[in-house]
């Protein structure tokens, strides 16, 4: 209701078993259409949510995520190994196998794209001059309160002092001038 902007015609609080299977179906078929999923495509059913199957939990969150919030920086490669127990009348027969919850970070880095930065450097490369004044400019308008004055973003951003100076400032909190070095000499005191 509140993230589709859907309201859905179920009762507010199903006490039997019934209502609730009911009322978990109307939702869930409301979830696949609002995300553009075929029957086939779900990893969750009725069932397996009502079971309170982990997995198919899992798998309902995650779909609904990556849905709602495109740019959540959510970890590739999540998996669960699982065990399928089979009851046969030689005994148990037991499967081992690999859930992945979130994309495989193979077939992750086969999709991704480049981010502005990467666009800007290959597709036009003439207004990087631009992007690299308005950035001067920023940092500039940030760190001159405290009286500081960058002319060259590659030399005096090489050493992190100026960078740490303007988190400090865009975040709002003070740096003690012990906790870092003001004029490091080596790459272990830039760090």
């Known amino acids: 209701e509140n993230l589709g902007s859907l309201k859905l015609d179920v009762e507010k609080i199903a006490l039997t078993e019934k209502k ?37 939990t899992l798998h309902l969150l995650v779909a609904i995520a990556k849905h ?3 740019n959540l920086a959510m970890p ?28 495989n970070k193979e077939n992750l880095e ?9 666009e800007l450097f290959s597709r036009a490369p003439d207004k990087l001059d631009a992007v690299k004044k308005v950035f001067l400019q920023f940092v500039n308008q940030h760190v001159g309160k405290l009286g500081l ?7 005096q951003f090489a050493n992190g002092v100026i960078l740490l100076l303007l988190i400090g400032q865009l975040e709002g909190y003070f740096l003690n001038l012990r906790d870092f070095f003001l004029t490091p000499a080596s790459t272990t005191e830039m760090v």
């Not at 978990?24 to 009725?46: F, G, P, R, Y």
């Not at 086969?110 to 990467?118: E, I, L, P, R, S």
């Open 20 to 56: 609730q299977r009911q009322k978990l179906a109307v939702i869930l078929e409301a979830v696949a259409k609002c995300l553009q999923l075929e029957e086939s495509q779900l990893k969750w059913s009725v069932e397996s949510i009502l079971r309170k199957d982990l997995l198919s």
């Open 149 to 155: 004055n960058v002319k060259d973003i590659e030399s």
């Open 68 to 70: 709602f919030e495109p």
């Open 110 to 118: 086969a999709q991704q794209q480049n981010d502005a930065f990467d």
């Open 76 to 103: 590739s490669n999540v998996h669960v190994e699982t065990i399928t127990i089979e009851n046969t009348s030689r005994g148990l027969k037991t499967r081992p196998a690999v859930e992945y919850i979130t994309e």
